[in-house]
């Protein structure tokens, strides 16, 4: 086992090195000066020589990604030339936030998924299969974008029930930080106001996110259900006379556990996309929001670091699902 | 199905007939092609529809701002008191002809690269084969905005931004197929009698991939669209005076709890232009991928 | 002073409202309010991503550096006038060219040391040496030779050449501990240290620094301006949308909304609980011409182009705002209202096209505007829409600030069209005269090409005249010598418009920088 999991480990080292080429590939060989891009508008035709002297940006290329790998290796990202801050600190600094919204939005779409595929599966061709059929269309036709706002138009701002963004009320100190995610912190605090309010900012954007997985979940489930219950030892089980949700739930929930697993590991990727325009739409202070700024203003440093932690973040679940998967089902140790 | 239609037609015809009846048969691929087929049409000729061209041009009516709508304008105006219909019918053109481009773009990167590593294998295919997985590391729209990050805006850039991040998907299909059939005896005899790499790759095993390459650029259209107005809604995307769906939709934000019709039209717009062509993706992929079919 | 708080209450401010009861628990402000602590939001949509005073600018850095630092006087009032700051009282020579400033005794920095005038004189030193942010007011007037520690509690300064408007400048020089940069002053003369720490004087501290998202000043324990209101915690909330800006206001979520548009002032008009606030301030806004290179060097073709403008489309879409006349904002010393200036006149400006090296047209031109200012995509729209009728196109590039001001380096990378707010820092026609049009300020984005020697000589003589007759009098013919150039398309003097909640005590509308709010004064009803 333990073979298996170092193993898988090893393996990931050359895709992140591959990802680090990709993402130096981005920032140097693209068209487009970086140096005077880094070196900031300001900058007189001096400053920007002296500029790529000091980091380096007039050596042969080898040498400069020699360089921003082992930059890279001691937590250097560059930094931002808007506001002169380290690109390291801000992504430390806006990363839980993300992580919460991918979770909780991962949490909806596994939480209402699963049971809503099972009842389609279930009920099959009757009106739930139907109507969840329909929603699931709608659901990955929408733009996320556009569903933010039009849940931001009505419950928000026409309603008044639910914040427009943000993450937390500005007067309120949020609870003492541990993990980063609010409601998490705000449940290790006890604050049960803190959690209320925390959830209240969360939970407009996590719905927005999670409306096109959850649409992919559901379906899945129902094709896996059907498998399920067409295949022999149910309908034994069912001529043997033994109550439908029994059936149900004996065989089906434990298939769904590891059709959730791999379905967790190929959406959180997708999640941590998506949340780039949920986050501007909702003003939620994460990664996506970070990088959206720093696109429009052409902040180059800032937008390649946020490609690299979330491509390595992505890298890291598949790790863990893999490793997960072989812990399930041992067979695929061997591979 | 009828005798009469199976009488007196070739094997082919028939299966193409049976599919196009399948089609037929299924409600929502009929939507679906309706819903493309309005949303093409208003790519090709949608300036022309426009009530008011001039504000495609970027004319402008100041005297007329923010009007809600009305039969002169059925989506209202804007800040500038430019038609929002003509803006929509016009912004057709940019949101799904880009769209168009990335997936044909992709397609045709990712079929050349997937049949050379699929047919040459070795190193070849070991290069071009990481450097697409490469791609399912990073999430196709951060991929495309550090690429558009770095090549600056413009809606060429935004095109081979977004289509960077989507040759890989054609590329391992094309490799797949390619690498099914190389083995098989209508190939190994064209080697055999000395038919050229080239000419067996064009010739002979490229047709046979075609299938499901078409069948993963209907299936991609859409959420090519939806990534072209993604880009758009960031910021992103086409100069003005440009009409684009997902730049509306980003000025319109500012504007929305009163001037709401700024932002719905487009939004939907987006909706139904991205469902049309999912539906008929899902349609064509039953009609033309045999495996699909139960 | 327009101000008109909302009594009625209309259907869709009671559907708020009661949403607004609804979600009572939800409501940020309630913890404050018990806690006894009184906190002021101010929304806004701009970052405080540097808070060295010598290096940042901007407003919202201004806001941040308005109620931390000190300087020697600041403003007040409408008109503007100084009022004593760090300085209790000053007095100058006849001739302007002598300043001496006596320290208000009691004046400390959070640090608890006194405020000296060593302090005064390192600040002015460092200010002039990094020549960023606010330098350029006194670039050229104070040397670093002329500011002068007389003894611990007087600073003395002999001006370079004379400067009438040296007391206006003032506010915008902030005065910063020596101590305490000194010991952080690293490789890079302390800017490391202080873009996110503080060595100030003023009424306020950083509490909480969350970039992109808020920052939150407190009250420091015992300040030593007396008076003040009883705010005791500022938050300044990034919000992007003016829309969301407006709503925060409306549910009572913000006290001070800075950035909003027309149609929101317009929204907030007859809503409860809301005072609106729109006042006109020297704020200019021109598109600059590329006078030196490319197609619109030709005088002619810019006056084809000025005659052409519709004005008109663009007060429409500015909303609350007044066209301009001439160079100069109105109301200022010297402006003349009765200036001739070009009005949108389709057969004049066919002549002059006549007349110039196009007569065809058929060009395309270029503008950059500021990427996301919606207000300056519109003009841009709306000088796409007037250069047709001429047969011009117009190619528009939304750029991000620093590379258009990277644009400005010389006449061949300037674009034919370049859009300019000009913020008055201080209430004198110099301000605007000569950062926009003396050719000393080529290369720099508030005048990058225009250059004319007989402009620049009046510019000088403004500065250097005390006698108001006479000021007077020059300015006005800078003013015609400027229009008869034709280097911009003079646009329009938008109003500041700010909204506050009813419950904001103690709000004075000075017309300098007015969206970087001072807080030390106001209070919470």
């Known amino acids: 086992m333990l073979g298996f999991v170092l193993r898988r480990i090893a393996l990931t080292i050359p895709v992140l090195l591959g990802l680090t080429v990709l993402v130096f590939a981005i920032a140097r060989l693209l068209p487009g000066d970086p140096v005077a891009l880094a070196a900031g508008p300001n900058a007189t035709p001096a400053e920007i020589e002296a500029y790529a002297r000091e980091f380096g940006l007039d050596r042969p290329i080898p040498v400069q990604y020699w360089t921003y790998l082992t930059g890279l290796l001691s937590g250097d990202m560059g930094v931002s030339i808007f506001t002169r801050r380290p690109v390291a600190e801000d992504i430390a600094a806006y990363l839980p936030a993300t992580l919460e919204l991918v979770l909780a939005a991962m949490l909806l779409a596994v939480g209402l998924g699963l049971p809503a595929g099972l009842a389609a599966a279930v009920w099959r061709d009757r009106w739930p299969d139907t109507v969840s059929r329909v929603l699931a269309l709608g659901a990955i036709s929408m733009p996320r974008f556009f569903l933010g706002l039009l849940l931001q138009l009505g419950l928000a701002m026409a309603l008044g029930w639910l914040p427009l963004g943000g993450r937390f009320p500005i007067t309120e100190d949020p609870p003492p930080l541990v993990t980063g995610l609010l409601t998490l912190d705000a449940l290790l605090a006890g604050d049960l106001r803190a959690l209320g309010l925390a959830l209240q900012h969360l939970l407009l954007p996590a719905v927005a996110l999670s409306l096109s997985p959850l649409a992919t979940i559901m379906r899945m489930m129902r094709a896996s259900t059907l498998e399920v219950l067409s295949r022999d030892y149910v309908l034994t089980e069912r001529a043997l006379g033994l109550p439908e949700w029994q059936i149900i739930g004996k065989y089906v929930a434990r298939n769904a556990v590891s059709a959730t697993l791999t379905v967790i590991g190929l959406y959180f990727g997708w999640l941590l996309g998506g949340t780039v325009l949920v986050e501007t739409v909702f003003d939620w202070p994460g990664l996506g929001l970070y990088a959206t700024k720093s696109v429009v203003t052409q902040d180059f440093m800032p937008v390649i670091g946020v490609t690299l932690v979330i491509g390595t973040l992505f890298v890291a679940i598949n790790l863990v699902v893999d490793i997960l998967y072989g812990v399930v089902d041992p067979r695929v140790r061997v591979t | ?294 | 002073m327009r101000i008109d708080a909302a009594q009625g209450l209309s259907r869709r401010g009671l559907m708020l409202a009661t949403g607004g009861a609804v979600l009572a628990a939800g409501v940020p402000g309630r913890a404050h309010a018990q806690a006894g602590r009184k906190v002021l939001i101010i929304a806004s949509n701009q970052d405080i991503p540097n808070f060295d005073p010598h290096v940042a600018t901007g407003y919202s850095a201004s806001f941040l550096l308005r109620n931390t630092y000190d300087s020697l006087v600041r403003v007040r009032g409408n008109p503007p006038t100084p009022v004593p700051a760090l300085a209790s009282s000053w007095s100058s020579s006849a001739d302007g060219r002598s300043f001496e400033f006596k320290l208000d005794p009691a004046a400390r920095f959070h640090s608890g040391k006194p405020v000296t005038a060593e302090d005064v004189v390192y600040s002015f030193r460092r200010a002039l040496r990094l020549n960023r942010g606010n330098a350029w007011m006194i670039q050229g007037v104070v040397g670093p030779d002329s500011v002068r520690a007389v003894d611990p509690g007087t600073v003395s300064f002999a001006l370079l050449k004379p400067f009438a408007a040296f007391l206006q400048v003032l506010p915008w020089i902030w005065i910063v501990e020596k101590a305490q940069v000194e010991v952080n002053l690293g490789g890079d003369d302390g800017q490391g240290w202080l873009r996110s720490n503080l060595a100030a004087s003023g009424p306020f501290r950083v509490r909480r620094a969350e970039a992109g998202n808020l920052y939150e000043l407190e009250r420091v324990e015992r300040p030593w301006q007396a008076g003040g209101g009883d705010v005791s915690h500022v938050i300044w909330r990034i919000t992007r949308e003016t829309a969301a800006q407006r709503l925060m206001l409306q549910r009572g979520e913000a006290h001070i909304a800075v950035d909003l548009t027309s149609e929101d002032m317009d929204a907030l008009k007859d809503r409860p609980g809301v005072v609106r606030i729109i006042e006109p301030e020297y704020r200019t806004f021109s598109i600059k011409m590329n006078t030196r290179h490319g197609p619109l060097a030709d005088p002619e073709l810019r006056k084809a182009v000025s005659y052409a403008f519709n004005y008109k489309a663009m007060l429409d879409a500015a909303g609350y705002a007044d066209l301009m006349v001439g160079p100069l904002p109105h109301g200022i010393l010297g402006h003349d209202p009765n200036l001739e200036v070009y009005r949108t006149d389709l057969a004049r400006a066919k002549e002059h096209l006549a007349r110039s090296k196009h007569p065809n047209g058929g060009l395309k031109l270029t503008m950059v505007h500021v990427s996301g200012l919606e207000q300056q995509r519109r003009w841009a729209l709306v000088l796409l829409d007037s250069l047709k009728p001429l047969g011009f196109e117009l190619d528009i590039k939304p750029m991000i600030w620093p590379d258009m001001v990277a644009a400005c380096r010389s006449p061949e990378t300037f674009p034919d069209f370049f859009p300019v707010y000009q913020t008055a820092n201080y209430g004198d026609p110099d301000n605007i005269a000569f950062a926009a049009y003396h050719s000393s300020r080529n290369g720099n984005w508030q005048n990058a090409v225009y250059a004319n020697p007989a402009v620049d000589a009046l510019i000088e003589q403004g500065r250097g005249e005390q006698d108001e007759a006479r000021r007077i009098a020059i300015y006005r013919d800078f003013q015609k010598a400027v229009v008869a150039d034709a280097p911009d398309i003079f646009g329009v003097l938008e109003r500041r418009k700010l909204a506050l909640r009813d419950n904001v005590r103690g709000f004075v509308f000075t017309p300098v920088a007015s969206n970087a709010i001072e807080a030390f004064a106001l209070s919470l009803a």
């Open chain 2, 1 to 294: 199905m009828s005798a009469a239609l199976e009488a007196g037609a070739s094997p082919r015809r028939v299966a193409w007939r049976r599919a196009v009846y399948r089609f037929g048969q299924s409600r929502l691929s009929l939507v679906g092609l309706a819903l493309s087929g309005l949303v093409l049409a208003m790519a090709l000729f949608g300036g022309l529809l426009a009530p008011y061209p001039e504000h495609v041009a970027g004319g402008i009516a100041t005297g007329a701002r923010f009007a809600p709508p009305s039969l002169a304008h059925p989506f209202g105006t804007n800040e500038l008191g430019q038609d929002v219909l003509s803006l929509v019918l016009a912004g057709a053109r940019v949101s799904v002809l880009a769209g168009l481009a990335v997936v044909l773009l992709g397609a045709l990167v990712g079929t050349a690269l997937g049949a050379i590593a699929g047919y040459a294998g070795g190193w070849t295919d070991e290069i071009l084969m990481r450097l697409a997985d490469l791609k399912l590391t990073v999430p196709g729209l951060i991929l495309a905005m550090a690429v558009a990050a770095a090549l600056g805006p413009g809606l060429l850039n935004m095109v081979v931004a977004i289509a960077l991040s989507w040759w890989p998907g054609f590329a391992r299909l094309v490799r797949g197929e390619v690498l099914a059939r190389r083995e098989e005896p209508y190939i190994v005899a064209a080697r055999a009698v000395g038919v050229g790499r080239v000419r067996i790759l064009l010739r002979h095993l490229l047709p046979n991939v075609l299938t499901p390459v078409i069948v993963k650029v209907s299936l991609d259209v859409g959420f090519a669209i939806l990534a072209v107005a993604s880009l758009g809604f960031i910021g992103i995307g086409v100069k003005p005076p440009t009409p684009e769906w997902g730049s509306l939709l980003a000025i319109a934000r500012s504007y929305m709890p009163d001037f709401w019709w700024m932002a719905i039209f487009p939004g939907l717009a987006i909706f139904v232009a991205v469902l049309g062509f999912n539906l008929l993706g899902d349609g064509l992929r039953d009609l033309l991928d045999p495996r699909t079919r139960r």
